[in-house]
């Protein structure tokens, strides 16, 4: 009876209940794990690393899996090892072990976010190196964005996660963005899981990678620079850009902000954001329409008078007390008048100021630029059609003479530096551009070109007054100080109020230029917001000296880079080899290399990047022995140990 019972219910389970029981074996043997994707990299002009995908690793312990007799022998010797990596006591984890496995704790923390070095050294050390089923090792593996070079334009870079999308990485996440893949896994003996290849799978696609126009050594030269004029002059906030003048590319771009504790910090991309009134630097633009509508020349003679001008009640002050008497409005740039530069416009344009406004707006100077970088500040220019009582926006008969000095109007350190390079490129206004190329696992998938935003922002006859003024101003206006015989620069100075209106005034220093001043291959726009004013706020004592610190190291680098170009061609047998071993070792996507003799590091990152999970035996220095031959066909997944 009892076998006829058994025969029933087997039957009834295999033909009734059947389905619902397989389903539940395949959910306890079969799963789906995920194989994860990097997200593209970001690179500097040269190569240099910006942003890429890492692994971090957090590690805990099954203290209860650990043997009483395997942990007896050695948790003095784990102790003492976890000590050296950790720079804690070893009594501390003597304690803290002991305890654990008194309390039969199954996951027990050791670390988090370790780099893959010292993982790999911690997996090295007594009781851990008996891996997860003897040793109790568990460890979660996660990918992170890292930036090799720190915070080197880390405002630029940007990022792409939960707090949104900033910066070149926010901009073209859709081109960096990985995709992850999938496949299914088999539960085998010991817990263990095997991957069942078939079909049903996916494969990751890693993301595609952006090569930026940042040049790391020019970044390097402007932090620096402005970093030590903000710390000396107790600036709230600064930025500092270089373009270069024919082709528009960012070569840097630097935004520091000062912390709670005095520091200063990639805080907020103010050179994109901010629009303010720029100040003086404003005059060349007030100047340059003038000699388009044939107003004015620059060698017309201007009374400045006593440097005081009154408008409406209000007073335009020049910064040389007692004003600069009878001047031409070239030597009115110079010394950077603001009585002689408001009297030009408001003699030339009083009874017309849409004329004057339509020739700034012509210039760029009302509308947004349109950088892919989210974020950039909208400018303002008012305009006389629109009136409206109590609006600060609104036309009044103060607008035309304030606008003529740089006030009353808001432009952004990325649209000042846009005007000057044209000016600097013989009038041909170039788009800033801050990337070069889109690539896909090496191949060059887009290049970015120069895009031309105005051919022709004024006549040759203009522009070429205008270069010149820019030379003198260096050489006998406001920013004498800047001039060196050994190589020349051009630019203004400007110096503007804020917080005017809360009865403590602040300053904004500023600088604009281009240099060499002949034939000039950089434009360069420094920003100092808030410096403390009982030391300086002048632009030329606050910001040029920046732009001279740019200048001077730029062209001294590249004197010297020009000396070392020289010597490249001994150097050519030897690029030759290494490019012949990268095509044959390293750039066939599913073909195992040859890592023998390379840094382990290297090792390891050539091999993970075309999706081989890798384990190392021995030392971390140098490969010497490899389980895949050279040569052998590789599948995405597949382990390859190194010693």
């Not at 006591?89 to 988090?112: E, G, I, Q, V």
Request: with cysteine.
């Amino acid at each position: 009876m009892l076998f006829v019972v058994l025969i029933v219910r087997v039957g009834f389970i295999q033909s009734v209940e059947g389905e619902y029981y397989r389903k539940v074996s395949v959910q306890r043997t079969i799963k789906t794990d995920t194989i994860f994707a990097n997200r593209g990299n970001i690179y500097a002009t040269g190569g240099n690393l910006l942003a890429t995908t890492m692994s971090k690793y957090t590690v805990r312990l099954d203290m209860v899996t650990i043997e009483n007799k395997v942990f007896e022998e050695n948790y003095i010797a784990l102790s003492d090892s976890l000590s050296t990596l950790f720079k804690k006591p070893s009594s501390y984890y003597r304690k803290y072990l002991r305890d654990a496995k008194r309390r039969k704790n199954r996951y027990l923390f050791l670390a988090r976010d370790l780099g893959y070095i010292d993982y790999a050294r911690l997996k090295t050390f007594p009781i851990l190196k008996l891996g997860q089923y003897r040793g109790g090792l568990i460890t979660e593996q996660r990918n992170v964005r890292a930036r090799p070079l720190g915070d080197l334009a880390v405002r630029t870079v940007g990022y792409s996660d939960y707090r949104g999308n900033v910066g070149v990485e926010g901009a073209y996440i859709d081109y960096l963005k990985e995709h992850h893949g999938w496949r299914q896994k088999q539960r085998i003996a010991k817990g263990q899981w095997k991957p069942i290849n078939d079909k049903n799978e996916k494969e990751p696609q890693d993301g595609s990678d952006v090569i930026t126009t940042i040049d790391v050594n020019i970044q390097d030269v402007v932090h620096a620079a402005l970093l030590e004029q903000l710390e000396t002059f107790e600036a709230d906030h600064g930025c500092a850009m270089v373009m270069e003048t024919k082709t528009g590319e960012v070569r840097a771009i630097v935004n520091l902000g000062k912390s709670a504790s005095g520091t200063y910090f990639e805080k907020r991309n103010y050179a994109i954001y901010e629009a303010q009134e720029p100040g003086s630097t404003f005059k060349l633009a007030s100047l340059l329409v003038g000699l388009e509508d044939k107003k004015v020349d620059t060698g017309d003679v201007v009374d400045t008078e006593k440097g005081v001008m009154k408008v409406y009640g209000r007073s335009i002050i020049d910064s040389h007390r007692g004003g600069y008497g009878k001047i031409s409005l070239a030597r009115a740039i110079e010394v950077s008048s603001n009585v002689g530069i408001a009297k030009m416009v408001m003699d030339a344009y009083s009874n017309n100021p849409q004329q004057f406004v339509d020739g700034i707006n012509k210039l760029g100077f009302g509308n947004k630029i349109g950088v892919p970088i989210k974020g950039e500040g909208q400018p303002f220019i008012p305009d006389p059609k629109y009136v409206k009582r109590g609006d600060p926006k609104s036309w009044n008969g103060l607008s035309l003479a304030w606008m003529a000095w740089g006030y009353g109007v808001k432009v952004t350190p990325l649209q000042l530096l846009t005007f000057y390079n044209a000016i600097a490129n013989d009038g041909v206004m170039i788009k800033p551009r801050f990337i070069k190329e889109l690539r896909h696992q090496g191949e060059v998938k887009k290049v970015f070109e120069s895009e031309i935003l105005n051919p022709k922002i004024a006549s040759k006859e203009t522009i070429t007054e205008l270069q010149a003024i820019l030379k003198n101003v260096v050489i006998r206006g406001t920013a004498e100080k800047l001039y060196s015989p050994s190589f020349s620069m051009a630019g203004k100075t400007g110096t503007c109020q804020t917080e005017y209106w809360t009865g403590n005034t602040q300053y904004v220093s500023s600088f604009t230029g281009f240099f060499p001043a002949e034939n000039p291959k950089y434009t360069c726009v420094v920003v100092v917001n808030k410096p403390n004013k009982y030391k300086g706020y002048y632009g030329a004592t606050v910001a040029a000296p920046v732009f001279k610190a740019i200048a001077q190291k730029i062209y001294t680098s590249s004197l010297k880079e020009k000396e070392v170009l020289l010597d490249l061609p001994k150097l050519a047998a030897l690029e030759k080899d290494d490019k012949k071993y990268q095509k044959e070792n390293l750039e066939i996507k599913n073909i195992m290399p040859d890592v023998r003799g390379m840094a382990m590091m290297d090792a390891v990152s050539v091999l993970e990047n075309k999706g081989l999970t890798v384990a190392v035996q021995g030392g971390l220095e140098f490969v010497k022995k490899q389980s895949i031959t050279k040569g052998v066909g590789i599948k995405r997944g597949q382990q390859v140990v190194l010693y």
